[in-house]
Structure formats: C-alpha cells, structure tokens
C-alpha cells in the first residue's frame, strides 16, 4: 500500500483563492494514493475575528473568544473545502477539535492519524485545521507541530509542505 501522503498548505496558500482552485485541478483522489491536506489558520479567519475585535493570538483568553476563533476558523476550512470540490476533487473539512482528533498531552501535540487516515483511504481528501482545546481552553497548532505528531502515529507518511520555505527537519521523501 502506497504510503500517505500529508500536504502541509502554509498561511500565504490559504488566503490565495485561486491556489485552492488549482490543487483541486492538479490533485487527483484515490485509495491509491491517499492524502490528507493540513492546514492554519489564514487572512479569512482572522479577518472575521477583526470585525469583532479578535485575534486568533487571543485563543485561549475566555470560551466566548474560543468559540468565536472556533468559528471563524471552522467557516474558512468549509471554504477552502468548497472551493477543492468545486475544482472536482472530492474533499471534507475537519478541525482538531472534531471528536480530539488534535490533543494535547504531557505538553505533546498528538494526532488521531487513523481516523483520518480512514476517510483519506476511501478516496476523498480530508483537509484538518490545526485547532485544538487542551484542558477546556482553544488552542491553534503549528503545521510543523502537526507533522512531528503525524510521523509519530503514522511512521510511514511522506510529508510535503506547501509553503516558501519549508523547516528542513521536518522534510520527507
């Protein structure tokens, strides 16, 4: 069985309308060759949270905030995964607070791998945004944090990142 692969989109990708169409053209989904896109929060999360005076810098702060970030962020992952279907590609959005699949423990980030290695290998791209609640307070992951707890569950996943300038020790295949 063909390794997974796990697509890292960096900041800048994620505001970029027309990258998100474009990946939806260039990638194909299969069981062969399963994938799970990773992602941040972007410039539409925190332009929702500035029109109520937010930052995703104040997650944690109060559970009005959280659940105000927890929106925001969750309305651009059904964007991004919008417009990923719209391209033809067939793909369904998730946060890390969805059923912990992202969780804190012992100050270790930890991944559920095999819940969404599952759906990844039915054929559709899950796309995971890197937020997470640890002891009732949100929390926004890094992407490399995301891959090192990745490759912890899943020691076979070929990392790839989309961004400028990828961390080189997280690099992979």
Same mark, same amino acid.
């Given at each position: 069985? %063909?390794?997974?692969?796990?697509?890292?989109?960096?900041?800048?990708? %994620?505001?970029?309308?027309?990258?998100? @169409?474009?990946?939806?053209?260039?990638?194909?989904?299969?069981?062969?060759?399963?994938?799970?896109?990773?992602?941040?929060?972007?410039?539409?999360?925190?332009? %929702?949270?500035?029109?109520?005076?937010?930052?995703?810098?104040?997650?944690?702060?109060?559970?009005?905030?959280?659940? $105000?970030?927890? $929106?925001?962020?969750?309305? @651009?992952?059904?964007?991004?995964?919008?417009?990923?279907?719209?391209?033809?590609?067939?793909?369904?959005?998730?946060?890390?607070?969805?059923?912990?699949?992202?969780s804190m423990d012992q100050g270790l980030l930890n991944v559920r791998a095999d819940l969404i290695s599952r759906t990844a290998a039915s054929g559709t791209i899950p796309l995971l945004g890197g937020l997470f609640e640890d002891r009732g307070l949100v929390r926004i992951a890094g992407l490399g944090g995301m891959a090192s707890a990745w490759g912890r569950a899943d020691g076979a996943v070929s990392i790839r990142w989309l961004v400028p300038r990828p961390p080189r020790e997280l690099m992979s295949g």
């Open positions: 069985m %063909t390794p997974l692969r796990l697509v890292l989109i960096g900041r800048k990708l %994620t505001e970029d309308l027309l990258f998100w @169409e474009q990946l939806g053209r260039a990638v194909k989904a299969s069981p062969e060759t399963p994938m799970v896109l990773l992602h941040g929060p972007g410039e539409v999360t925190e332009r %929702t949270l500035e029109g109520d005076g937010l930052s995703v810098a104040d997650a944690g702060r109060d559970p009005e905030t959280d659940a $105000a970030i927890i $929106a925001a962020f969750r309305a @651009e992952n059904r964007r991004s995964v919008a417009m990923l279907t719209d391209a033809g590609l067939p793909a369904v959005g998730f946060l890390g607070t969805d059923r912990r699949m992202i």
